[in-house]
């Protein structure tokens, strides 16, 4: 126990806690915008519920991980298409093509439905048909996904089981306090929940990214990294994508307050 209790430790905690909270953002949003297809009776618990189930997955993961980390870096086959597609494809490779994938996928059919609805204030249970059973799997899957990068990210700080599980265990409990919160936000500026989705769809991309590095990484040969007609797959940086994700936001923000002087505008000139 005294080992445990180290400066060494306490600091790779608080750096822990840091990363999960910034690498925790997409994971929210996913959280926040997913439990609304659930019926609105039931969308508290099933936040509540799938976060529980998967922060305890999560350390679940990050034990198998640990144990199976050289196994699981070693690539299944090498992709040997000259010209098309080579690359080397792992465990990793294939986590964060299925997540991207999914995420796109998700985003792209919501948005679509946004486009397609008649009546906005329509009840989220009648928008998708999706019973709070079926929502908590997919927030526990999805989350999975997510930690999977996160889990990486942190081993590449320690090594230490039970640092990694008490920063997992305090970043499950602050997306517990948040959930609610962000997702009243959501429900109350509708005009967000797009936004949210188009941040989703950027996310899936970086997933993708990730996908094409993994197996490299993991053995430290470039020759593994992916690529499609002789261009390498390289992954978006966090700088990058956290800076995208600050302008979609200003954009947003921006604009609905202009719309809104542009429409006072107009209803004191009809007045006149």
């Known amino acids: 126990m005294t080992d445990l209790l180290t400066l060494e430790n306490l600091g790779n905690l608080l750096v822990l806690c840091f990363l999960q909270a910034v690498l925790g953002f997409d994971n929210l949003l996913y959280i926040s915008i997913e439990s609304q297809r659930a019926p609105v ?7 509540r519920w799938g976060i529980i189930i998967a922060v305890a997955l ?6 198998v991980i640990i144990r199976l980390l050289d196994a699981m870096s070693e690539p299944f086959f090498v992709l040997n298409w000259e010209g098309v597609l080579t690359g080397g494809v792992n465990f990793a490779t294939l986590v964060f093509i299925i997540g991207g994938v999914f995420i796109m996928y998700t985003a792209v059919k919501e948005i679509g439905h946004m486009l ?19 929502v908590v799997m997919l927030i526990v899957m999805m989350n999975l996904i997510f930690s999977f990068d996160s889990v990486l990210s942190a081993l ?20 517990l306090v948040l959930a609610d919160s962000v997702t009243r936000f ?19 991309i970086v997933l993708l990214g990730e996908a094409g590095q993994a197996a490299a990484h993991a053995m430290h040969d470039p020759d593994l990294a992916l690529r499609f007609f002789g261009y390498e797959v390289i992954p978006m940086s966090k700088t990058t994508f956290y800076f995208s994700v600050v302008v979609l936001v200003a954009v947003e923000v921006i604009q609905s307050g202009y719309t809104r002087k542009l429409n006072a505008e107009r209803r004191t000139g009809a007045r006149h």
């Open 116 to 134: 397609t609805i008649e009546h906005l204030d329509t009840d989220v249970e009648a928008k998708s048909g999706k019973s709070a059973a079926q």
């Open 58 to 63: 999560r350390i679940v993961l990050l034990f």
């Open 156 to 175: 590449a700080i320690t090594d230490v089981f039970v640092v990694l599980a008490i920063a997992i265990i305090l970043s499950g409990i602050a997306m």
């Open 186 to 204: 959501l429900e109350a500026n509708r005009m967000y929940e797009v936004l949210g989705l188009f941040i989703l769809l950027i996310v899936g």
């Open 41 to 47: 009776a039931q969308q508290a618990a099933v936040r």
